[in-house]
């Protein structure tokens, strides 16, 4: 029944096979009701040598393989349970059935339902795959990515496995039982980590696939998952101050009006961005020279200034491109299951990042038309892609059908312009995209959340959202500062909302302002780059002199901490450290800070409390063991207690561990 191998274990029973290997720190565990399995470079996983000896026991009709921390024990029924270097469960799948070819140590059940299940698609070579797991009351789920809901612990979640305009499936969770799990799978589906069950589907694939490790720390699981699936680069030095962004600059003159009056005020800028609409059509990837006549000369007065430019670039090619015969020509271009091609904004076509023919046409272009004259820096927007209706279904890529394969779009897309800019020599890659999946860090991926709206509890959600972000192994990202939709510049609301978002935003991993804010500016033309409206002003001078006054400490603030940030971005690139994270991750003996998640770390030794609601002028703080000074008062406080603490709109509650105070100059 069990064949091993030097660091794995199959098991083939009638219709299914499984395999469980030692993988890293942890292991790659696959089953299919195929013949065989995919290559091994389906998923995200990278090669990786198990870490140390490998444990392989045959006992009693059942298999034992043991990998760093971790033992998988095999039943005789094929059910998996997994513990702890001390023995504990630390997770074991669902299985309520009665068999009758072995003699399971498992109950028996006249429920009958599987652990895994494989249910066939009608005359096609997929399965829509089911994997259950018992439930454990007492635990709590971090991690998964970025969704638009108030929870950190999703615990009790129905999660969706799919990529939408500001929600990104990255599938690791990290327990607080000591374990992380990978679900290894492109396809779309959904998670359930129910009260009496945990259920993991995937509506068409063909083979389950996911990884698992065990760690002392949720740190030590954290960084044995980065080894499997990659680290960001290190950031450049312009990606750790302060960027400067509105939709959307109309004009080279409107632009360059903007940085230089920062740099006139002495104003510290690391980077400005042109954002969409900036090209004659959807897929020409260049300038419309009526509106950008000097895009080197641009990029070299700005340079001059010690500002970086960043260009938006969107997978979208309308049928009046030059670039679009050519895609259609070299099938670079995502396909519909039935009708028209056109998917994005009514006009135009998607880019089949899935294709090689479809990553090198766009990254010839882009080399062309941005990079040969000198913008080492891309805003890679409608990553999910945003498809009409995300009709999953309705859609095919050179590598499958977008319900079987499409979470790995926003990954492919993110490899496209790292890989192009890295066979010019370029390192320490970083660009800007709105989506992610497993793996993305490694291509550079710093993400940002989306179209979100421009409300307290819009900032709730991101805080939630960022900080599942880096334990799902996305260490770079960052938000729209003020949110997207819905700000009007003159609305006092607003500028509060915009103050408290302001001062997040400097203890975010990237610090960068962008909105639509109203009153809207009209089209400068009917054609081109002139063709799309603009919102109104956004930069720090916008709101008024309070406003500007609060922003500029901050940006100073920001400027001050650049080499603490960049030993947190050091971090990032060498273990997939979280640049923020929750209490719990540097304090996991403490019970109390699993429960806090409207505080974060930013980094070891600064502990954040942001201001999330409207008109709040003090809040409650927790502070783990140790001591503790407030920033902005100097004064020192106990840890392992909670202090009402005063929050005036010009600063929120920041705390530095008392002996790395000199990191704020105190």
């Known amino acids: 029944m069990f064949k091993t191998f030097q660091n794995a274990v199959e098991r083939r029973f009638d219709k299914e096979l499984l395999r469980v290997e030692a993988w890293g720190k942890g292991f790659r565990v696959r089953a299919t009701e195929r013949a065989g399995f995919l290559p091994d470079s389906f998923g995200t996983l990278l090669p990786a040598a198990p870490d140390g000896e490998v444990k392989i026991e045959l006992r009693d ?103 939408r305009n500001s929600q990104s499936s990255v599938p690791f969770m990290i327990s607080s039982r000591g374990y992380g799990m990978l679900w290894n799978n492109p396809a779309v589906g959904h998670v359930t980590f129910g009260k009496n069950l945990t259920e993991w589907v995937a509506e068409s694939t063909k083979q389950m696939d996911y990884w698992i490790t065990a760690g002392d720390t949720p740190a030590e699981i954290e960084e044995a998952y980065a080894d499997v699936t990659g680290k960001v680069p290190m950031m450049p030095a312009y990606g750790m101050g302060f960027w400067q962004c509105k939709l959307r600059y109309q004009t080279q003159d409107e632009i360059m009006e903007v940085a230089r009056r920062y740099k006139k005020e002495n104003i510290p800028l690391d980077v400005i961005v042109v954002d969409y609409f900036h090209w004659p059509h959807e897929g020409d990837w260049t300038f419309d020279e009526d509106y950008w006549p000097d895009p080197a000369g641009m990029v070299r007065e700005l340079k001059e200034m010690g500002i970086t430019l960043m260009v938006s670039i969107w997978p979208t090619v309308e049928k009046d491109s030059v670039n679009y015969l050519r895609m259609v020509e070299e099938g670079g271009l995502v396909r519909t299951e039935y009708g028209k091609r056109t998917a994005v904004l009514g006009n135009a076509c998607v880019v089949d990042v899935t294709s090689p023919a479809g990553r090198n046409i766009m990254w010839e272009t882009i080399k062309k038309n941005y990079y040969e004259k000198g913008i080492r820096l891309f805003w890679l927007d409608e990553a999910e892609p945003e498809l009409s209706g995300y009709e999953y279904k309705h859609y095919r890529y050179f590598a499958g059908p977008d319900v079987e394969i499409g979470n790995m779009y926003p990954r492919e897309y993110a490899r496209m312009a790292y890989e192009g800019m890295q066979a010019e020599g370029q390192e320490n890659i970083v660009n800007l995209i709105r989506c992610a999946w497993a793996g993305s860090q490694r291509y550079g991926a710093l993400v940002w959340s989306g179209d979100i709206d421009s409300s307290f509890k819009s900032l709730r959600n991101q805080l939630r959202a960022g900080l599942n972000m880096g334990l799902a192994g996305i260490p770079w990202w960052t938000t729209d500062i003020g949110g997207f939709h819905g700000g009007d510049i003159h609305s006092e609301a607003f500028k509060e909302v915009l103050v408290r978002w302001f001062a997040f935003g400097c203890f975010c991993p990237v610090m960068r302002l962008h909105g639509f804010r109203a009153p809207f500016k009209k089209p400068l033309s009917t054609t081109g780059g002139g063709k799309q409206c603009s919102g109104a002003e956004n930069e720090i001078w916008s709101y008024g002199p309070e406003v500007f006054e609060i922003c500029k400490k901050y940006i100073f603030l920001r400027e001050k901490l650049r080499p603490y940030i960049e030993s947190l971005m050091q971090e990032a690139h060498e273990k997939g450290t979280p640049v923020i994270r929750p209490l719990f991750y540097d304090f996991p003996a403490d019970q109390k800070a699993w429960n806090i998640d409207d505080e974060f770390m930013f980094g070891p030794s600064v502990l954040v409390a942001p201001i999330l609601y409207e008109n709040l002028r003090e809040r409650e703080v927790y502070l783990p063991e140790g001591s503790w000074t407030d920033t902005n008062t100097g004064k020192v406080y106990e840890g392992g207690k909670a202090y009402t603490v005063p929050a005036p709109i010009e600063y929120i509650p920041v705390f530095v561990k008392t002996e790395c105070k000199d990191i704020f100059g105190i």
């Open 61 to 163: 009709g059942e298999a034992f393989i043991t990998n760093a921390k971790i033992t998988c024990r095999i039943l005789d029924n094929g059910e998996l349970k997994f513990y702890s270097a001390d023995g504990g469960v630390l997770l074991e799948e669902y299985n309520r059935t009665r068999n009758m070819y072995v003699s399971s140590s498992h109950f028996e059940s006249a429920l009958e339902i599987l652990s895994r299940t494989f249910d066939p698609l009608q005359a096609a070579d997929d399965f829509k795959l089911t994997v259950r797991f018992e439930a454990s009351e007492d635990e709590k789920i971090f991690g998964m990515g970025q969704y638009q809901q108030p929870f950190l612990d999703v615990k009790g979640c129905i999660v969706e496995l799919s990529q």
